[in-house]
């Protein structure tokens, strides 16, 4: 206790307020768990404000929706059971008002409607229950349509009058992505549009208010034991949301993820910064020793002062996370599912305070070990960084830490595999890095004396005693390896947006054709546009309830990928192998077959359930549960926006169900209005949606996500920037040395400053290689395998991004020289 006490005493005295020498560390620090917490809190935020609002979000307690049908009185009078019962209807139609026409989501809702919160019109006013003639808009949908209360809309083959603007509705979220602007009117109102017919696309959803206590679970259990094959999808208020839950989670695991990996990144500056303080304290470590100063004494000192820094930037980090969460829900406005309160959350800034304080035992034990046990002759010859502490006496700190942190990052992830992975990859590039550096130094040794002297003094930098090229290399490398991951990434996901989606999309889809009047659908549009390419095929809805010998209702987890287990699908049938796919196994059902009902299955589909050809599939259509056997396996091409189904039936399979047609047509660009004129007053009950539109909603949402992306990134960056900071400050002393005799011997400054640029220009070099091969592995794998896109980056800006990152890195290290030219030779040499 008494040598802590003495320690602490000297500690403090040397310690300078202004943190000179260790503000590296309280920058690294501050940065990676500021990072941390931000992440985390925004994200558990978004979660309980999505828990808190469940019975608002989804309308109800529970919730029973079915496509193409009403509940049978049975099963309406099953949830009557339960509880308080509201019926709502969706589904795509037109709203027109004059020659003008928009895509819209159009909901039918009765008067219990909302059972949870309240539909808020403009003027601060609650909706009242609506008549049979009445539809209420969203802003977006009277500014497309130029209307306002009390103008006339036409909805299908109905007038209605607008009562209101919706500023507010409750179950928005809940309701999920939407094809356009949404307007909503009575029961009695969807009705009188005549647009609800045998075989149209058209979704019912019953909410469920519950008595107090009672569970959502057990609620939806039971209906859907006592109706099994009805084909119900079911959501309780703890889960109101799930794909919005879903994203959020993964999204803010991922960022986490690249959070701590610049977390690790900075922590190598750390150890770099805390290096480069005890050098300078060398000639008071020596004055200490030679006054008969322990070893444990002098790890003492430093480690408190160390430790003093280290936990300001850890506590400032999650103060600065918890300012930044309103500042970023602020920017991205509606962007976020919801906008959560401000609430401290203590969960994530604890974690991201414990990985701060474990990352800085992992990265400042080594030099404060090595620090304490040179003896004090050493220090005064300048052996300090020469002499190196036996590797038993500093990796089990370093281990210890390092386990610790992959512990806690996997006991704390969603999705532990993947988690493993990231640390591992970026374990991996940090190892790679080091044993490149390794052998830059080798080979630097073997390489000839070159003629030239500031050539050779530049390649007698990189392997004489004493040269940090190896820290020097993890720094450029790490630097250069995340200028080519961040362009990789980003060019990519632009180009996915930008150039294959657009260039193989259709103009307009057209949903609800009637299959008796395809003909005329095609001379109308033929009559008024150039060379159009129509496309039709049925459209239907339903659910997969049951795949060979097992049951979907029976499964605790759908395995991952099995996202066409999750609700109802788009079902349809042909005689022929749709356009856009390839059968990659069995065999196509020939023409007028009227074997058994048969069934071809999305190939990636099939190997996520480990399906076989001749293997059962159940399915419900229409609240009647029927079986296919699977004749074959399809690679479909999900990214032409066309008719991509992951089931297709033989036409015997399905076809007696009622249906309608749905259609694209590929236009000259331009044509799309005059198109749309032309249908809708002969088919006022399709709804026609211009793909434009669409993609603007695509390109909005990924933009979103490669924004979020980008910013974490640029964290890890600013890591890399430091790390790079570090190692020139830990070899500023080697360098001063270098220059002072140099100048001494008549070299001048600018002879001094051309041989660090020329040793930062090879090492630059030499690592461009390597960073753009581990920058544009990393790229490829979050591109390709963690958001599914295809691979098309951007090699001219990913080379010009290297380009200009490795003229960055230059410029920071001769920066980082620059004051190695003001030392004066004589005054430095004194203190060397």
């Not at 004055?287 to 820094?309: D, E, N, W």
């Not at 035992?361 to 040179?374: C, D, M």
């Not at 920071?812 to 040499?829: F, H, K, M, S």
Request: aromatic letters at 6%; a positive charge; glycine letters at 10%.
């Amino acid at each position: 206790m008494n040598d802590w006490r003495l320690a602490w005493r000297l500690a403090r005295r040397e310690l300078d307020l202004r943190f000179r020498g260790l503000r590296l560390l309280l920058a690294c620090l501050f940065l990676g768990v500021g990072a941390l917490a931000a992440i985390g809190s925004l994200t558990q935020a978004i979660d309980i404000e999505l828990a808190s609002r469940g019975s608002a979000i989804l309308g109800g307690d529970v919730e029973f929706s079915a496509s193409q049908r009403a509940a049978t009185p049975a099963e309406r009078a099953a949830m009557a059971r339960l509880g308080v019962v509201s019926e709502t209807v969706r589904m795509q139609a037109m709203a027109v008002r004059g020659t003008n026409s928009v895509p819209i989501e159009l909901k039918g809702v009765d008067t219990a409607y909302p059972l949870y919160g309240a539909l808020a019109l403009r003027g601060g006013r609650s909706a009242r229950p609506l008549d049979a003639t009445t539809v209420l808009v969203v802003p977006a949908l009277a500014e497309r349509l130029g209307i306002a209360p009390g103008a006339r809309v036409r909805l299908g083959t109905a007038e209605f009058t607008v009562g209101g603007i919706v500023t507010s509705e409750p179950d928005r979220l809940g309701e999920g992505f939407t094809l356009g602007p949404v307007a909503i009117v009575s029961l009695a109102g969807i009705a009188r549009t005549g647009l609800v017919q045998p075989g149209s696309l058209y979704e019912s959803k019953y909410r469920v208010r519950l008595p107090e206590g009672a569970s959502p679970q057990t609620a939806t259990d039971r209906f859907k034991a006592a109706f099994a094959t009805g084909g119900w999808e079911t959501k309780t208020r703890d889960r109101a949301a799930p794909g919005a839950e879903r994203f959020v989670d993964r999204m803010g695991q991922f960022l986490l993820l690249v959070g701590l990996s610049a977390l690790v990144i900075a922590g190598i500056g750390v150890g770099n910064g805390v290096s480069s303080y005890l050098t300078a304290r060398r000639s008071s470590i020596a004055a200490l020793k030679v006054l008969g100063a322990t070893s444990g004494i002098i790890a003492r000192i430093y480690i408190l002062q160390v430790a003093v820094v280290a936990a300001m930037g850890i506590a400032a980090g999650p103060v600065a996370g918890i300012v930044t969460v309103p500042l970023i829900v602020w920017l991205a406005g509606d962007v976020l599912p919801v906008a959560p309160r401000f609430v401290v959350q203590v969960a994530p800034l604890a974690l991201a305070a414990a990985y701060g304080m474990l990352i800085a035992l992992a990265f400042t034990a080594p030099p404060l070990i090595e620090a304490g046990r040179i003896p004090a002759a050493g220090l005064l010859r300048g052996l300090a960084g020469e002499r190196r502490v036996p590797l038993h006496r500093t990796l089990p700190w370093v281990i210890g830490a390092g386990a610790a942190i992959v512990a806690l990052a996997l006991f704390t992830a969603e999705q532990p595999g993947l988690s493993a992975g990231f640390l591992a990859a970026v374990a991996g590039v940090l190892a790679i890095l080091a044993l490149f550096g390794w052998g830059i130094r080798r080979g630097a040794a073997l390489l000839p004396r070159s003629r030239r002297p500031l050539l050779r003094l530049a390649v007698a930098g990189l392997h004489r005693p004493g040269a940090r090229t190896g820290a020097l290399v993890v720094a450029l490398g790490l630097g250069l390896t995340l200028f080519v991951l961040l362009a990789g990434i980003r060019t990519s996901i632009d180009a996915n947006i930008e150039r294959t989606v657009p260039q193989r999309a259709p103009a307009l889809f057209a949903l609800d054709v009637p299959p008796d009047r395809e003909a005329e659908f095609r001379r109308v549009v033929e009559a008024v546009a150039t060379h159009p390419v129509i496309r039709t095929v049925p459209a239907m809805r339903g659910t997969i309830t049951g795949y060979g010998t097992t049951r979907v209702a029976d499964l605790k987890t759908l395995p991952e990928g099995a996202w066409a287990l999750r609700g109802e699908r788009g079902l349809t049938y042909s005689e022929t192998l749709p356009e856009g796919s390839e059968l990659t196994a069995g065999r196509w059902w020939p023409r007028s077959y009227h074997g058994a009902p048969l069934v071809s299955i999305d190939e990636r589909l099939a190997k996520v359930l480990d399906l076989k050809i001749g293997d059962p599939l159940s399915y419900t259509l229409l609240g009647v549960e029927r079986t296919a056997t699977i004749a074959s396996f399809r690679r479909i091409s999900w990214d032409t926006l066309g008719f991509n189904f992951v089931m297709v039936f033989s036409p015997n399979a399905i076809e007696d169900a009622p249906h309608n047609l749905a259609a694209t047509i590929d236009l000259a660009p331009g044509q799309e209005a005059k198109v749309m004129r032309a249908l809708l007053p002969r088919f006022q009950s399709v709804s026609v949606i211009e793909v434009r539109g669409v993609l603007g909603q695509v390109r909005a949402i990924v933009s979103q996500m490669a924004t979020a992306i980008t910013a974490a990134a640029s964290v890890a960056i600013l890591a890399g920037i430091a790390v790079l900071i570090g190692a020139i400050a830990a070899a500023r002393e080697v360098r001063t040395y270098d220059g002072v005799i140099l100048r001494t011997l008549g070299a001048t400054r600018r002879q001094v400053l051309a041989v660090q640029a020329l040793e930062y220009a090879f090492l630059s070099i030499v690592l461009s290689l390597l960073a753009l091969l581990l920058g544009l592995g990393g790229a490829w794998y979050v591109v390709t395998q963690l958001f599914t896109f295809e691979w098309l980056p951007d090699y001219a800006a990913v080379f010009a991004t290297l380009v200009g990152g490795a003229g960055l890195t230059m410029a920071i290290g001769l920066i980082g020289a620059w004051p190695i030219l003001g030392a004066r030779p004589a005054r430095a040499l004194r203190e060397l």
